[in-house]
């Protein structure tokens, strides 16, 4: 069996150079990994320069639709329902049946009425003949003065007794009428709220609503201006003709005319009134729907506009950050005077050369040296 080979011992000087190499080369590794002292690495920013455009300034509110006109169909007399004339959401025009109550007991008044008249008619004929009479009795001293004013008493109380009977005619004709109920308004009528058959209580007091009718054409905007934006408006040579109205839906804005701004401040709200009027001929727009309201307030002027997601939010205060010319980022606080589309229209507080940081600046502070992307027109 062989035995293994001894390793040669090496000299002592020589083990010590290679353990000084070893080390020498893990040295220079790790200094090679690490990041050298310094500052950390740029980021790098995009920017746009405002554009520049001709923009109307404008207050924006949110509005309720409200129909131009609403009616809550009740009955003015009492009685089992008959007949209903239309059906639910039907459009209707003014004067067209609704409802119908059993009219013969109203019917039977009238008639009743009519007897009466007739009656109180018979009697102011004898009244007249027995004055008559009398009259010319006085006249040859066959009658006294006291019969003669007696006839006339009886007279003029049976006059009377007509008017009367006639009154009551007319009130029982009108009852009679008042048993079908006509739409007062066109428009469009909601669902019935009673069926037929059921006894119906009439009188405002007392009677309950039987369905409503709106009409949509036209459609009113009611807005409740804040005081320093109706004093805002005040101070213009008059008050906006014109506002823009868009659904919050979505749509096109359309332009509906101002027709009432109310007489006083509300003490409640410290809000003023504001109504507009579209025609809404198709019908588009629902009452009780939400809208934008665009007032315009003074003329249209020059104005940089930024994109909205370039806009930061300081508390309450609005600002972006823009790169001067030694690259360094430095924030502007801004005046803002609404949304146009996607962009921001800038009131002060920014300059036409200014590079405004639009992609980017969550990753920069105030003061931070960035590389800038090549500059573009926000519009592009």
Do not use: W
């Given at each position: ?27 220079g590794?790790?200094r ?35 129909p ?18 239309f ?72 006059q ?62 009611m ?11 005040r ?143 926000s519009?592009?």
């Amino acid at each position: 069996m062989m035995r293994p080979r001894p390793i040669p011992s090496l000299p002592v000087p020589l083990l010590l150079l290679l353990a000084l190499a070893c080390n020498a080369t893990l040295s220079g590794c790790g200094r090679s990994q690490a990041a050298p002292g310094g500052p950390p690495p740029k980021a790098t920013v995009s920017v746009a320069l405002p554009e520049s455009s001709m923009v109307q300034a404008t207050l924006d509110y949110t509005g309720r639709i409200e129909p131009s006109q609403r009616v809550e169909v009740r009955s003015r007399v009492s009685g089992y329902l008959q007949q209903i004339a239309f059906r639910d959401g039907q459009q209707v025009k003014a004067g067209d049946a609704l409802f119908v109550i059993d009219p013969r007991p109203f019917a039977a008044a009238r008639d009743r009425a009519r007897a009466g008249l007739a009656q109180a008619n018979a009697r102011s004929k004898l009244a007249t003949a027995q004055f008559e009479r009398s009259s010319r009795l006085q006249q040859t001293g066959a009658a006294s003065t006291e019969e003669l004013e007696r006839a006339r008493g009886e007279l003029e109380g049976a006059q009377a007794a007509v008017m009367l009977s006639q009154a009551e005619l007319r009130s029982a004709e009108l009852e009679l009428s008042f048993t079908t109920m006509r739409a007062p308004i066109a428009g469009t009528v909601s669902d019935r709220r009673v069926d037929v058959g059921n006894y119906v209580a009439g009188g405002a007091a007392q009677s309950g609503v039987l369905t409503t009718i709106v009409a949509h054409s036209p459609v009113r905007a009611m807005v409740d201006l804040s005081e320093a934006d109706f004093q805002r408006l005040r101070q213009q040579s008059r008050l906006p003709s014109k506002v823009q109205l868009a659904l919050d839906g979505g749509g096109p804005a359309q332009d509906a005319s101002v027709d009432f701004v109310d007489n006083e401040i509300s003490a409640r709200s410290g809000t003023v009134r504001l109504r507009a009027s579209l025609a809404n001929a198709d019908r588009a727009i629902m009452p009780g729907s939400f809208a934008r309201v665009r007032i315009p307030v003074g003329p249209a002027q020059e104005r940089l506009l930024v994109p909205d997601a370039a806009i930061l939010s300081d508390q309450n205060k609005k600002m972006v950050f823009v790169v001067d010319a030694a690259g360094k980022v430095v924030p502007r606080k801004l005046e803002l005077g609404g949304l146009r589309g996607d962009k921001q229209i800038v009131l002060s507080g920014l300059g036409p050369h200014d590079k405004v940081i639009v992609s980017g600046a969550a990753k920069v502070r105030p003061g931070d040296q960035v590389l800038v992307a090549a500059p573009r027109a926000s519009g592009a």
